[in-house]
């Protein structure tokens, strides 16, 4: 995301036509009218970046502001999540929340109007935005409460609490959960033929740990069977039928086979790791937590390899340059990496990275970790040591 937007800001801005084209909205069609008034700060571009149209959609755009106006046309079809970004001209690569507006939208004639600062708007015209901020109104509070919490985990860290870091992590994970069945699970049973039905079954969805159960992935996979065919062939949607098909991949079952050539050449396949115990390190060169997770799992390697444990990365790189570039100078040479392929993605659900996967001698998949950080690390080094025989 990051590199994107430096991207974003760096190019030479698109001139969007619909600037003084003033035809009637097509179906499906998001027609953004943007005003800014008495900013302290000229204004002369505005950026968007939008995710949830049909298909995966997303993309971005830019718009000169003439006039102290600006609009934009885009063909979603469904809701869509939209975030605004005015470029300062004093600072052009500096990002803050007061140049940026962040909405939910469905298809209609959306109105934006900017006053004394480009984050300071008022948006009308669409009711999934009202919804949106009825939606953020209500988990308010429990977003103080988690900063609160997050700080407070953040500084038992730097103490090195170890205590205190296990009790604000289950703090925040109770306090996300509550939020999530209070605030989106509440709004789904209620509002079934809401424009932001999508969004939130999304927002609901995401937040699922590891360790959902059963009746919580049964919850979703019946919301998102009601869902309209539009919403679920949208961004949101996919993104949701992905979440549910990552807990197709459980502890218990066989693992898939894995055949591909690693980053030496040499033929990759689980068949010929029977009697060790092997551990799948999905990620990527592009994915921060995923390399920031290597010096621990050099660590499990160093310790744990003499006694039967192998390691196989698999990489969802599409940059061939960037992902052995990636090897050599994170130093995960010491074991196998390959790209990732199609046989893999679909047998083994990989839609979020970082993903671990635990697989005994005998080809069962003993342990599975989304995410990355310490709780993992140990959760893995607690299961490896707990059946490897030294």
């Not at 008495?38 to 149209?53: A, C, N, R, S």
Request: proline share 3%.
């Amino acid at each position: 995301m990051l590199k994107f937007l430096v991207f974003l800001f760096t190019i030479t801005p698109i001139v969007t036509l619909s600037q003084t084209n003033v035809k009637k909205r097509k179906p499906g069609e998001l027609f953004i009218q943007g005003s800014v008034n008495h900013l302290k700060e000229p204004v002369y571009f505005v950026y968007i970046i939008y995710f949830g149209g049909n298909n995966e959609g997303s993309g971005s755009d830019s718009a000169r502001v003439i006039g102290n106006k600006y609009s934009f046309r885009i063909q979603t079809g469904v809701t869509a999540q939209i975030t605004l970004y005015a470029k300062n001209p004093r600072i052009p690569d500096n990002v803050k929340n007061k140049y940026m507006i962040t909405a939910v939208v469905e298809p209609a004639t959306v109105v934006i109007s900017s006053t004394d600062s480009f984050s300071n708007a008022t948006i009308s015209g669409s009711q999934a935005y009202t919804e949106y901020k009825l939606l953020n109104t209500r988990a308010e509070p429990y977003y103080r409460e988690l900063s609160s919490l997050f700080r407070g985990l953040l500084k038992s860290k730097e103490t090195g609490d170890k205590e205190a870091i296990v009790r604000f992590q289950k703090q925040i994970d109770s306090t996300s959960k509550k939020m999530n069945n209070d605030i989106y699970y509440e709004y789904l049973k209620t509002k079934s033929l809401s424009f932001l039905q999508n969004y939130a079954l999304y927002s609901y969805a995401r937040s699922l740990k590891n360790n959902a159960s059963d009746d919580d992935i049964k919850k979703v996979e019946l919301m998102y069977s009601k869902l309209s065919r539009n919403d679920q062939d949208s961004y949101f949607g996919i993104q949701t039928k992905k979440k549910i098909d990552s807990y197709k991949i459980k502890v218990g079952m066989m693992a898939p086979e894995i055949v591909q050539r690693d980053n030496l050449g040499n033929m990759i396949s689980l068949t010929t790791k029977k009697n060790k115990y092997v551990l799948l390190d999905f990620w990527a060169s592009w994915c921060g937590p995923c390399r920031a997770d290597f010096p621990r799992v050099k660590e499990l390697y160093k310790e744990y390899n003499k006694y039967g444990l192998d390691i196989i990365g698999i990489s969802k790189d599409t940059d061939t340059t960037a992902y052995l570039k990636t090897i050599e100078d994170d130093g995960i040479n010491l074991w196998p990496n390959a790209l990732i392929n199609e046989q893999i993605t679909k047998s083994y659900f990989v839609y979020e990275i970082p993903m671990k996967i635990l697989i005994d001698p005998k080809g069962v998949i003993i342990g599975k970790w989304l995410g990355s950080g310490e709780e993992n690390y140990n959760s893995i080094k607690s299961m490896i040591e707990n059946n490897i025989k030294r």
